[in-house]
């Protein structure tokens, strides 16, 4: 993800995803089983990128606890990869300014102890039990490595042949496997892990529009001559769509190996209305519309383009005209490349 805050500034889909599953935080942090005063209460929150909704987001659970366990410690840990701008987390926690689960304008709350830890979720992060309470928001999407394939057409696994889509499907069972069973060691019996992710319903799969918009401003840029056609083919995205019954697989299915792990509580699959879209419907403004879908997409994609469709020779600059025509066709074509957020999210118990 960008950062700088420009991924916070930049998430308003990503926090009103958060807020959607707001009440599934707060009925599972009143069942939630506690360990006995004044042992600290564990929470965790896996993929927190910059910090704006995962503080949010924590701070739904810290408030439920506390109606239970007035005075007990609570330790926070927001994790990502060690590229993560954490600097950027710590400054929203500690923002002098702002009310959250840590203090409210600058007076601390009692007995609270955030802190940070850089690695990858799908191995092990925490210690063995010391998790009461886990969340991972729009992260698990993301694929530990990117399969072996090509799709020259497009810029996702989506519009790929059959083989090309049953690489990616494996990867993410693979990687959503190791996501289980790390945060099952990390989990103590009774906790709760929420999980929502980016995926796909019958009809539609998220990202629909998002993944157009990026392919066609990429096409023009190859078109102009100013990015390199193999770039561009040999390009996609390490990320992966799952249904409802490919998250919950590795729980239910016979056979699995942390079939016993856990109790499916709630699961979901859903359509989150994305705010730009509303916003247009509302105002007919195709200018901020544009403009707010169009830091949606960079906010995502810009590091990855930069990595991946730059070589050493080529101007930095290009990414910004890259983003420059995902804002022109935003304005040219307002209704072809309408973002469609279907999530799908699992409540578990560590049995
Ligand atoms: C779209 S952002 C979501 C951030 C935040 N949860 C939210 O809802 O706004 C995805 C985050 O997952 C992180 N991520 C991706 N793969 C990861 C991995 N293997 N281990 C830890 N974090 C990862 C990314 O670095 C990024 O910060």
């Not at 590229?83 to 007076?107: I, R, V």
């Not at 009774?190 to 009809?203: E, H, M, S």
């Amino acid at each position: 993800m960008q950062g700088g805050g420009e991924y916070d500034r930049h998430s308003s889909v990503q926090q009103t995803t958060m807020e959607c599953v707001a009440s599934w935080l707060h009925e599972a942090a009143a069942r939630v089983a506690l360990p006995d005063e004044p042992m600290p209460i564990g929470i965790a929150d896996f993929g927190c990128s910059e910090g704006r909704n995962s503080i949010l987001a924590a701070g739904h659970v810290v408030t439920e606890l506390r109606r239970r366990r007035a005075m007990q410690p609570i330790c926070i840990v927001h994790a990502d990869l060690p590229t993560n701008d954490f600097n950027q987390l710590f400054a929203n926690l500690h923002d002098p300014n702002a009310s959250n689960y840590f203090h409210d304008h600058g007076n601390a709350r009692p007995h609270i102890f955030p802190s940070v830890v850089g690695g990858s979720f799908y191995g092990p992060l925490l210690l063995p039990g010391s998790v009461r309470f886990a969340t991972s928001f729009l992260a698990v999407e993301w694929l530990d490595r990117l399969p072996d394939v090509r799709v020259p057409e497009f810029i996702s696994y989506i519009r790929g042949s059959t083989a090309a889509q049953n690489a990616f499907a494996h990867q993410a069972a693979q990687d959503l496997m190791a996501f289980y069973k790390h945060r099952s060691v990390e989990l103590a019996p009774g906790g709760q892990l929420l999980i929502i992710i980016p995926g796909r319903n019958d009809t539609r799969v998220c990202s629909d529009g998002l993944n157009e918009l990026l392919n066609d401003a990429c096409a023009d840029l190859v078109e102009s001559g100013r990015l390199d056609r193999d770039r561009f083919e040999r390009f996609l995205f390490p990320v992966y769509f799952r249904s409802l019954e490919e998250l919950l697989a590795p729980v239910l299915e016979a056979g699995s190996p942390i079939r016993k792990c856990y109790r499916v509580e709630r699961a979901e699959a859903f359509e989150v209305p994305a705010p730009f879209n509303e916003e247009l419907r509302r105002t007919g403004d195709r200018s901020a519309y544009a403009e707010a879908y169009t830091g949606f997409a960079r906010a995502i994609a810009e590091p990855l383009f930069r990595a991946q469709l730059l070589g050493p020779e080529d101007d930095p600059s290009i990414i910004a005209m890259l983003f420059d025509r995902v804002r022109e066709r935003l304005l040219e074509y307002p209704d072809r490349y309408v973002f469609h957020n279907i999530e799908v999210a699992a409540l578990l118990t560590r049995t």
